[in-house]
Every structure is written in structure tokens, then in C-alpha cells.
């Protein structure tokens, strides 16, 4: 894990970093490798039936100012708005979770050989929740590339990640 959360991880290090980013603001930011061409990627985060496959519950209508949901049940649920669409290559969106501060989501794919690399950046961010947050981008971005693969997201081990993330802050 880098204490650097600009910097871009090994290949193989499906791990987020989390920490204080150039501007000084807390952020998430995870960088992903998928064998998969970025029409697909971005097929798999904006198409609803394919949202339930990967996470259900997440609901993401890709156009602006359509709405974001991330219902998690009793874990809690946040809310937003898509803010910027630029298919197959960005999507911003606002994050509101309850007693928290808004904060934004940027899902970038690009184009690295016969696959694409996937960024996801949550930002600003308080330090507290910042730990909890990654473990459930990581945990969904697992289940994203499941999907992706033709297979049937695992159940995560949230509480491995969760160690992971709350030693790095």
C-alpha cells in the first residue's frame, strides 16, 4: 500500500491507496487492469441489468444529472448525481452518505493493449470513513471484474479487507 495515494500500483496489486492527495484533500484512488476492451467495461458499469450482476443494489443512470444509488441495506445507502458522461472513457458522479460531507467518484477506463485499465477516485474525503469506504470500492471493483470475466462475484472477506484498509490510514 502506498502512502502516496497518486501513485499507481504494480500491476498485479489489486489494492487501493488511500491518503492526502496533492491538493491536500483525503482521497481513494484504485487502479485496475481487466482483460477486456473499454466499450465492455463501460457497458458493465452504466447498463442496470449488469449493475444488479456485479452489485446489487447499485443503480447508476448514465446521463446527466440522472440519479446514483449504492444501497447496501443495513450498512447504510448513498446517494448522488451523475455529473459528467463520456463514453466508453469517464463517469462522474456525487457521493452523499448520510452525516458525511459530499464527495465525488470518478470511474476513468482507458485503452492498455487488448484490455483497459479501470480508475476509480473518491474524493475529498474524511479520514475517518476513508478506510471503510475502500474496503467496500474494493470489494465492488473484485466483483466488477468477476462479472466481466463470465463468472459469479464472490462473496467478499470483508473483514481481511477491512484490516488491509484500516492499517494503511
Known amino acids: 500500500m502506498s502512502e502516496h495515494p497518486d501513485t499507481t500500483p504494480s500491476r498485479d496489486d ?4 488511500l491518503g492526502v492527495g496533492e491538493d491536500g484533500q483525503w482521497q481513494i ?39 446514483v444509488v449504492f444501497d447496501f441495506d443495513a450498512e447504510g445507502r448513498a ?14 458522479h456525487t457521493w452523499l452518505w448520510p452525516d458525511e460531507p459530499a464527495s465525488t467518484v470518478r470511474w476513468e477506463i482507458s485503452a492498455d493493449g487488448d484490455g483497459s485499465v479501470l480508475v476509480l477516485l473518491h474524493r475529498p474525503l474524511r479520514s475517518e470513513p476513508a478506510s471503510d469506504y475502500a474496503t ?3 470489494a465492488m471493483l473484485d466483483a466488477l471484474a468477476a462479472h466481466l470475466d463470465g463468472e459469479t462475484p464472490a462473496e467478499p472477506d470483508y473483514a481481511a479487507l477491512s484490516e488491509v484498509y484500516a492499517a494503511s490510514r
Request: net charge positive.
Open 79 to 92: 446517494e448522488g448525481e451523475v455529473l459528467r458522461v463520456d463514453p466508453p472513457r469517464a463517469l462522474e
Open 136 to 138: 467496500g470500492w474494493h
Open 14 to 17: 489489486r489494492r487501493g491507496t
Open 29 to 67: 484512488r484504485f487502479e485496475r487492469r481487466v482483460p477486456h476492451p473499454p466499450e465492455r467495461v463501460w457497458e458493465a458499469l452504466v447498463d442496470v441489468d449488469q449493475q444488479d450482476r456485479w452489485v446489487p443494489g447499485v443503480r447508476i443512470h448514465a446521463r446527466v444529472g440522472g440519479p
